[in-house]
């Protein structure tokens, strides 16, 4: 067994700046692997691994949990890093008892399971941010990025701790996992500094964000933030972005979030993938939050944020669905007036237990069902894009070329959503939020000119 802080060829000697990781790795082969694997990131992200305790600004101590001999002995690795150092980051297969860990040390860092690079790194990031030398950095300090440079992706959590019959992410990803807050909001304001003008957060269930840590706090310039989603949101709504929200349950703490969309801090925009109306196709599905009064919901948020726009999606034809249940939904869809709705129609996934229901739905049901449910929600967003003629509405341009640009409102997430059309327009730029009076719209997308001072 290993048990000796590592050196890592290479590592060069402390410049007075440079964060210093310290590691104790302790365990088998494998957890030796992980412990150099993780080194290894850090290293490529320009932290030097320090050969002592008291030179390292953090340490890392790989447990080994094989035996109730390895834990004794994981647990005196902590304790002594602690004694020594003070800083401590626990990892490897003792991080599945965190409680266990966190009973006998209380003042880890932070305790995370055998192969979550991912979080182990995290959590060094959280301790020591890593320092940007733009000279020999091969990658910016807001990381690589497959979306164009105004919008981004901020995944906060993985995983999910549901259990839709249809779904197999659970068995795929695990349960629910949420990034620290503060690393979150430190990815946040990267991006934002480097240009990003609209965030889009997302996860497997947004709005179940922190339950899994307990909603921990964190310091974050001075202050404490819990890891919590209303909090995340007005967090992030100090980052002069805009910021959309993908993903959201509509479970009750989620109205917390309204009077954010009202006051104008984030975009109020939802985007609830509600996936059917009927309590019993809703029961079958073991959906999330099935039970709340989604419309009596919807109302409440509407008449506090009147311009809130809802995003969905449904699924027809999903086995045991009824004539009558279909019908549910389409009076539901009446009822809720939902902007933007996406359907699919139901198709089993090797694994889901809802391939063991009775009662699948034929194919050819499933098509018709499917063509009148979108019949229907079509004319409802078109009455609705309708609504928006002769309003003025912020418009982030995506595209311009010599016929003018295109963007989109604050109704309209990327890539799913419609675009506001501004023919003629080509004095702007991509990444530019411009004002726009709406003057025309179709069943999907809205056209308008920038609206300039007399
Ligand atoms: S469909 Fe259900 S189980 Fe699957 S990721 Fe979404 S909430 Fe989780």
């Given at each position: ?5 590592l050196s890592i060829p290479g590592s060069k ?177 990267k991006l934002a500094t480097a240009g990003v ?45 805009w910021v959309r929200l993908h993903y959201v ?206």
């Amino acid at each position: 067994m290993t048990s000796t802080p590592l050196s890592i060829p290479g590592s060069k000697t402390s410049a007075a700046t440079t964060p210093k990781v310290g590691i104790v790795s302790l365990g088998c082969p494998k957890a030796l692997v992980d412990s150099e694997r993780i080194l290894t990131r850090l290293r490529a992200e320009g932290y030097e691994i320090s050969p002592s305790y008291d030179g390292a600004d953090v340490v890392l101590v790989n447990t080994c949990g094989f035996l109730d001999s390895a834990k004794k002995e994981s647990l005196e690795a902590i304790g002594e890093a602690i004694k020594e150092n003070g800083r401590v980051i626990v990892t490897g297969c003792m991080g599945v008892e965190s409680d266990m860990i966190r009973e006998v040390h209380p003042d880890v860092l932070a305790v995370t399971g055998p192969h979550q690079y991912e979080q182990v790194v995290n959590a060094v990031h959280d301790a020591v941010p890593p320092v940007h030398d733009p000279f020999t950095d091969l990658v910016p300090p807001e990381g690589l990025r497959l979306t164009p440079r105004h919008y981004a992706y901020l995944k906060i959590s993985e995983g999910c701790n549901n259990r839709c019959s249809f779904c197999i992410i659970p068995s795929l990803r695990g349960d629910l996992v949420s990034r620290p807050v503060a690393s979150v909001l430190r990815e946040a304001e990267k991006l934002a500094t480097a240009g990003v003008k609209e965030l889009l957060v997302i996860s497997q269930d947004t709005s179940a964000y922190g339950i899994d840590r307990k909603y921990a706090e964190e310091d974050w310039y001075g202050r404490k933030v819990k890891a919590r989603f209303l909090d995340l949101c007005q967090e992030l709504a100090n980052f002069d972005v805009w910021v959309r929200l993908h993903y959201v349950y509509p479970y009750p703490h989620v109205d917390e979030v309204i009077p954010l969309m009202a006051e104008g801090r984030i975009l109020p925009y939802l985007d609830i993938p509600f996936q059917h109306a009927s309590p019993t196709v809703l029961k079958a599905m073991r959906r999330p939050a099935a039970q709340e009064k989604q419309l009596d919901r919807i109302k409440k948020w509407r008449a506090e944020c009147p311009h809130l726009v809802l995003r969905s999606t449904f699924i027809t034809g999903f086995p045991g669905e009824t004539e009558e249940d279909f019908q549910f939904m389409l009076d539901w869809l009446q009822e809720a007036q939902l902007d933007r709705v996406g359907c699919f129609k139901y198709e089993p996934v090797e694994g889901a237990a809802a391939n063991a229901l009775p009662n699948a739905v034929p194919e050819e049901v499933k098509q018709e069902r499917w063509e009148r449910f979108m019949e229907t929600q079509k004319a409802i967003s078109a009455e609705r894009l309708k609504q928006k003629i002769g309003y003025t509405l912020g418009v982030i341009i995506d595209e311009v070329d010599e016929e003018g640009a295109i963007g989109r409102s604050y109704a309209d997430a990327p890539e799913i959503d419609g675009n506001v059309f501004l023919n003629g327009e080509t004095n702007v730029k991509p990444g530019d939020i411009v004002d726009v009076t709406i003057e025309h719209a179709d069943d999907y997308d809205l056209w308008g000119s920038i609206e300039r001072p007399e």
